[in-house]
């Protein structure tokens, strides 16, 4: 018996619970306290010319790299690709894989689309961009927006969810427009989802925002930044481990400040492709200790 293990197994009788506590020793303690994450997702706009193509099939190999929840998109077919409910949610038994999200127009049909959402067990309906505004006072209107559109999906069991952009990390008029929509929403209707990449090239640590906000930000998209890339900050993108971003760090911390979801999302594929990219990435995860 190893030092390690005697030590847990120790603390475990003194409290009771050694039993209780094996399991963790092996997840967790012969690592220093740190363990693989157990689930995270793929924002399917990632793969979006494989899902015109073939949705299912693609979904299919996706969960077959280790994908266990998916976001999706409207990309012209609905919320669910033209696929019923049913049909969807078969489809997710047999792969494995929660349907946990998906952006969508939220202010067009929006009853329609969460009766759609709930069927499948989502929990998000969001927002994927809403373009920079003008003034403070036209950010305070779309916070009012977003808390109109939170109380239609709360009446279907949902939530509504923001995902930024870097516009909303530039200044305006002395003020942060994500810290206006943050402060304007309703805890109890909003939520975020922060996207990592676009706060981080946009000059902000993701990690002190998500602090900043403790509780508000329930989903990531978990995107890394090319270290020497181009001041384009729309030309940064890169597989997971081989940019800047320290992932295993920014997890392991965000999940204390309420993070649930990481979502993978990538949108530039230098010397690779979207599904590649995608089986890549899920092995970078799932070796990944938080």
Same mark, same amino acid.
């Given at each position: 018996?190893?030092?390690?293990?005697?030590?847990?197994?120790?603390?475990?009788?003194?409290?009771?619970?050694?039993?209780?506590?094996?399991?963790?020793?092996?997840?967790?303690?012969?690592?220093?306290?740190? %363990?693989?994450?157990?689930?995270?997702?793929?924002?399917?706009?990632?793969?979006?010319?494989?899902?015109?193509?073939?949705?299912?099939?693609?979904?299919?190999?996706?969960?077959?790299?280790?994908?266990?929840?998916?976001?999706?998109?409207?990309?012209?077919?609905?919320?669910?690709?033209?696929?019923?409910?049913?049909?969807?949610?078969?489809?997710?038994?047999?792969?494995?894989?929660?349907?946990?999200?998906?952006?969508?127009?939220?202010?067009?049909?929006?009853?329609?689309?969460?009766?759609?959402?709930?069927?499948?067990?989502?929990?998000?309906?969001?927002?994927?961009?809403?373009?920079?505004?003008?003034?403070?006072?036209?950010?305070?209107?779309?916070?009012?927006?977003? !808390?109109?559109?939170?109380?239609?999906?709360?009446? /279907?069991?949902?939530?509504?969810?923001?995902? !930024? /952009?870097?516009?909303?990390?530039?200044?305006?008029?002395?003020?942060?427009?994500?810290?206006?929509?943050?402060?304007?929403?309703?805890?109890?209707?909003?939520?975020?989802?922060?996207?990592?990449?676009?706060?981080?090239?946009?000059?902000?640590?993701?990690?002190?925002?998500?602090?900043?906000?403790?509780?508000?930000?329930?989903?990531?998209?978990?995107?890394? %930044?090319? %270290?020497?890339?181009?001041?384009?900050? /729309?030309?940064?993108?890169?597989?997971?481990?081989?940019?800047?971003?320290?992932?295993?760090?920014?997890?392991?911390?965000?999940?204390?400040?309420?993070?649930?979801?990481?979502?993978?999302?990538?949108?530039?594929?230098?010397?690779?492709?979207?599904?590649?990219?995608?089986?890549?990435?899920?092995?970078?995860?799932?070796?990944?200790?938080?």
């Amino acid at each position: 018996m190893n030092k390690q293990r005697r030590k847990f197994l120790q603390i475990g009788s003194m409290l009771g619970v050694g039993a209780a506590l094996f399991p963790f020793e092996i997840a967790s303690a012969n690592s220093l306290g740190l %363990a693989k994450l157990s689930k995270f997702g793929l924002q399917l706009y990632s793969v979006k010319e494989e899902m015109a193509k073939d949705a299912a099939g693609t979904m299919r190999k996706l969960a077959g790299f280790g994908y266990k929840q998916f976001e999706g998109f409207d990309g012209g077919k609905g919320i669910l690709w033209g696929m019923q409910p049913a049909e969807c949610n078969s489809l997710m038994s047999d792969i494995g894989v929660d349907f946990i999200s998906s952006h969508a127009n939220v202010f067009k049909d929006l009853d329609a689309q969460a009766e759609q959402a709930a069927e499948v067990g989502m929990k998000y309906l969001i927002c994927p961009y809403i373009g920079a505004q003008k003034s403070v006072d036209e950010w305070k209107v779309v916070a009012e927006k977003f !808390n109109a559109a939170g109380e239609t999906l709360k009446s /279907h069991g949902l939530k509504f969810a923001y995902h !930024n /952009h870097d516009y909303t990390f530039k200044m305006l008029d002395g003020q942060l427009p994500q810290d206006i929509l943050m402060e304007n929403t309703d805890p109890e209707l909003v939520d975020f989802e922060l996207d990592m990449y676009w706060a981080f090239v946009a000059g902000y640590d993701p990690l002190e925002y998500v602090a900043k906000f403790p509780g508000r930000f329930k989903l990531c998209h978990v995107k890394d %930044a090319e %270290a020497a890339g181009s001041n384009n900050a /729309h030309d940064r993108g890169v597989l997971l481990g081989t940019g800047e971003m320290s992932y295993a760090n920014i997890i392991k911390k965000s999940k204390k400040y309420g993070m649930e979801y990481f979502v993978v999302e990538q949108e530039r594929f230098e010397g690779t492709n979207p599904l590649e990219a995608a089986e890549k990435n899920a092995a970078y995860l799932a070796k990944l200790k938080v």
